[in-house]
């Protein structure tokens, strides 16, 4: 009986002490519950506090805080080829760009230093095949006959450049490009010498942009006006052109006027070709009787 009353007060201890460090769990639990709880609403009281400081900062109320502090990232510091390296990273498109456009301008540029200028250029504008083959070589040659070496690279060179012009031709397909370039070639003055028709009247008004060649050689019976006629001279012969030309072909020469160049530039031009223009009347050409 004794033995079981001991038990019993054993049992009785033991439980009370499970139930005491029970509770006393609770309690610091409650505590560490209660310690968060303030801790929170502490930290959003001061969030507010935060706020209405900073809004008085932006606002300009007060100069400065005691509870909030700018925080300024530090600035980081590149090295030189880290510069070059973020901009080109930045900027590659438009870099892409101007590096093909400085090469094209490069391209050009070499181009117009390294290219050797003719001494003389003629431009053929009569619409015709045979004048776009073997005519244009013996023109050359011919003409080759009549010049010095103007521009001092050791050689005589002529150039003709055939860019028809006639009703025909404007209707072609393509032909913008041939109108383009005989209009540029008349906005400078590189070539005055002009080998033509009446179907290119239209495009270059020969009356108005030609000189009157009555002034040098009104003593030929082939100069009318602005013209000096090819159909009866031998000039077809020399080209190796089996019939006679059409009675509308005839050569001619630029009037000197301020170009895209200069005026200058092209009274040099012309001063080179009137006296080629002289040697090949005379060598063509059929006085008039008196």
Request: charged share 35%; net charge negative; with cysteine.
């Amino acid at each position: 009986m004794e033995e079981n009353q001991k038990e019993k007060n054993t049992l009785e201890v033991i439980r009370e002490m499970e139930e005491k460090q029970k509770l006393a769990e609770q309690k610091l639990l409650e505590e560490q519950r209660q310690k968060e709880e303030q801790e929170r609403l502490a930290h959003e009281e001061q969030l507010k506090e935060d706020k209405k400081e900073l809004l008085k900062l932006k606002q300009g109320v007060i100069a400065e805080s005691d509870t909030i502090y700018e925080q300024h990232e530090e600035e980081k510091k590149y090295t030189f080829g880290e510069k070059v390296s973020n901009f080109i990273y930045h900027n590659k498109w438009w870099l892409g760009f101007a590096a093909f456009f400085l090469a094209m301008f490069g391209f050009l540029t070499w181009q117009v230093v390294t290219t050797v200028k003719p001494d003389m250029i003629i431009l053929l504008l009569v619409d015709n095949d045979f004048f776009n083959a073997a005519c244009a070589s013996g023109i050359e040659e011919l003409f080759e006959n009549y010049i010095e070496d103007v521009n001092g690279d050791g050689e005589v060179s002529v150039d003709v450049y055939y860019i028809p012009a006639s009703a025909e031709t404007a209707e072609r397909d393509g032909y913008t490009g041939d109108q383009t370039k005989l209009f540029a070639e008349f906005q400078i003055g590189e070539a005055v010498l002009v080998i033509s028709d009446d179907g290119a009247d239209e495009f270059i008004v020969p009356d108005s942009t030609l000189d009157d060649l009555e002034q040098y050689f009104s003593e030929y019976q082939e100069t009318e006006g602005v013209r000096f006629m090819l159909k009866d001279t031998d000039f077809a012969n020399r080209l190796e052109w089996d019939e006679p030309f059409d009675d509308d072909i005839y050569i001619g020469i630029r009037k000197v006027r301020k170009t895209m160049d200069s005026e200058e530039k092209m009274q040099e031009v012309y001063d080179i070709s009137l006296p080629a223009l002289e040697q090949f009347v005379q060598e063509f050409g059929h006085l008039k009787e008196n």
